[in-house]
């Protein structure tokens, strides 16, 4: 599979199931403390006002909560589906159009960067190109939060709410990931494993690592 081709399926699937997705995941911090925790932690981390992009950002709901606790947040995505509903939700931030893998940012410029749950459709030979990306936008000292399930095999979703698109899922170990990201410059902080709420499937990892 190309690079296009990746950023073509996840873009696809993420248009057609948009408006269902974001009224299954209303609320996605509501059930979890430890998640609530771990941005309180990267927030005080990067410091009140600081420029922050939530990366993958979806409906833009982990957008509104880095923006509550303070942070100069704003978000992007390939879906023009998903960003319709964030802007629609959040008039007063900014969402715009883009692949992670190549951001329309400035070296050094930001304060702190986020990848929840969103770096699980990039195939394992581009983690180190999208890490890359993260530590060229953050400033010396800028902080990165990231988010995904774990484990060694994908979960496959086949026409999920009944839309004609099917996309892989994938799971990773924290060791790997941890080992991509101070390859790519960053020193991990935090590695954070919790058991699955209500629902999932299996355990979830946040990391957080400092450029």
Known sequence: MTDSDFLTRTRVFYDAIAEDYAERFRDPFAKSP?????FG??????????????LGCGPGRATAKLRALGLDVFGVDLS?????????????????QGSMLQLDVADGALAGAVSWYSSIHTPVDELPSL???FRRVLAPGGHLLIGFQVGDEPKRHDRPFGHDVILDFQRRRPEFIG?????????LLSRTVRAPNDGEPVPQACLIARA
């Open 179 to 187: 080992d991509l990201l101070e390859d790519a410059g960053f020193e």
């Open 80 to 96: 023009e589906g998903m960003l319709a509903i964030a802007r629609r939700e959040n008039p007063d931030l900014l969402f715009v």
């Open 41 to 54: 932690v990267f927030a005080e981390l990067v410091g009140p006002g600081g420029a922050v992009a939530d």
């Open 34 to 38: 430890v998640d609530r925790a771990m």
């Open 131 to 133: 890490f890359g990306e």
